[in-house]
């Protein structure tokens, strides 16, 4: 039941053509745009920002507004507008301000593929983003590399997202099977009097969450912790009351979740609830990453000790957070532990794209694509990228856990900022 | 097993109240409302609304919520459907209600953001322990709701005169219509009552489940397989395969797979089905037409 972007044909060829015209009046206007770009951007870069003047340069964009990953794509497109209007006050791309063409796909996989195809062989749009989540970005790939775009993801580290190898894929997100280690390494490394004996690992078959959680249970049941239940649960599934009542019958000391939202790790969390079982440890693979969208839903005195794997938290010491933080604080108000990390996500889309426009010096996707590949370091909110030779980055995951009411990052133990975990995690309502 | 069993029948007679107003408006009017599930969530939202601004408890609400759902229930069949011909009512009214269902999610969406929220009370999280299970207070009382409710449609339906017009206009609107059962305002009524049981069930969805204005797409999906299984017009076919559906799923879930529980309950669907087309308890012969 997803809403259609398309509109009518004569609509279409209107803008199509007013389009190449604009491009080619604004020929002229780009010379000069990047003659004053390469002779002003030594002082600019981190001072005096000027601010994007010429003909404005479109964005595709497919998010999911609606459907399943609605909650997502509504934070993904909070970072793609915040990037955009950072970017635009910054002299844009190339002088050009940046309008973003957002379009919904209602979380639809066909759907994203009729939206880049709309957006790329129809409006014509010169660049492109990508969309959230794997389960979409994967065919909307195809897309990309048909038409030859640049395609730079902020949510889409599945190891489908990477299964084709296209050389013109990106994403700025470390790859997620390996984002629960950390959490497998503490938990085998506890001392045996108080390391758990017992794990229970109930999964929805997403390519997201399988992957993680299938690599952890590697680790974890190689050091000798018995797996006493293991199932895969269909994404589709809306009570998740026995699959939870299962889990608790096994009465595991330990929980790794995969759930790809709130919904999920809500419905687990208060079927346990229910069920007077409260595991030693809970750790979710997405869900209590969302700030107050989980907080809300299941509560903040029963948010206490739960953990979830990430990349990036709000407090991170990272000037472009900083920066990030402010922007988002300034036009959504909030706290800064309610940002999402999808909001970061796409904003390092952003900064990738904006990188390597201006490195090339050119909107060209193949010089783009090429410079991306060149093994050029990118700072984003995310931290540094650099994309090896099939688009993924590497760098630091972490464990963050819900701490009275506050998101800190726990794992690794001896990284940078780490605070204390609690272990085991406090009984229901009372972690607030 | 046992588990299963009780969960099944406890959530599976929550989703038959939904489903059972369905059901009842399709008996009644041959429009298939996919604005039902849509009016789920608002009742949801209703119900959350009252609780955190008014502090008002979840079933208490209710007195509040249903006739709410009630009257906008009887505002959409006035605005939007009463104007179907009857030639093309079936299919119009797909596209109708669909319209609406859109209407709605998208000012729920601007009213209440995209947050999830989840409805909370005392009931919603502590449980009974009964038999050495984990009875979950919120599916007893949402099950003994459901069957209060569903009873009483049942005394509307068969005990009043509105009832006999009611049923009058399921076998025949034409011929009802001759013997001077004003059956547009039947339909007008019982759209509204067919709306106002999805106050009920949304308060229960609210407080077992996160939502959101988009979690109306998985449940009308649920709601049409129920009252097709169970026999469209039929608010006894509705309670019985909503139960048998739910129960299906949640011993699949438990004894065998979560992965298999939905494919089963499919397989069981097209196998009643092949030899009861017409549902479990659906009006074998044709409408007169």
Redesign the interface.
Known sequence: MGRNSKRTDVVRRGRSKMRRRAYGASSVALAGGLVLAATGSAGASSTGHKAASGSPVTIGISLSLSGDFSADGLNFQRGYNLWAAYQNARGGLLGHPIKLDIVSDASNPTQVVTNYEDLISLKHVPLILGPFSTLLTTPAQKVAHRFGYAFIAGAAGGPAAFAAKYHNYFDVSVPIVGQLLPFAKWITALPKSVRPTTVAYPTSNDPFTQPMVQAAQAVIQKAGIRTVYSKVFPSEVTDFTPIADAVAASNAQVVVLGSVDVPTISAFMQAFEQAHYSPKVMIATAGPDQGSAFSSAVGVSNTGGIMVPNVWFPGVNNALTHTMDRMYLAKYGGSISQISSDTAEAFSAGNALAAAVAGTKSMSNAKIISYLHSGVTIPTVQGPVKFNSIGQTFGGTFVFQWQHGKFVQVLPVAAKGSAKMIFPKPNWGQGG | MG??VV??IL?GGVYALMAAGLTLIFGVMEVISLAQGIFVILGAYLSYSLETHFGIDLFVGLLITIPALFIIGVGVEWAFLRRLKSQERIAMSILTT?AVF?II?GIL?VVYG?????L?AWY????VHLLGM?L?YIYLFGFLLAVGLLGIMFGILYRTRFGASVRAAMQDRTAASLVGVDVRRVATITFGLGTATTAAGGMIYGA????????A???IS?LLVIIVLGGLGSIGGALAAGVFM?VV???I??VW???W??VMFFIILVVVLSFRPMGLFGRQAARAQ
């Not at chain 2, 995209?114 to 989840?118: G, L, R, S």
């Not at chain 2, 919603?124 to 449980?127: F, I, N, P």
Request: no cysteine; proline share 5%.
């Open positions: 588990t299963g969960d099944g959530t669909y859109i999610e969406n995209t947050n999830y929220f989840q909370h919603a999280t502590r449980s984990y979950p077992t489940n996160s939502f959101d204005a988009n979690s797409e998985d449940l649920r739910l799923e949640d011993v879930a438990v797979s979560p992965d529980s939905t």
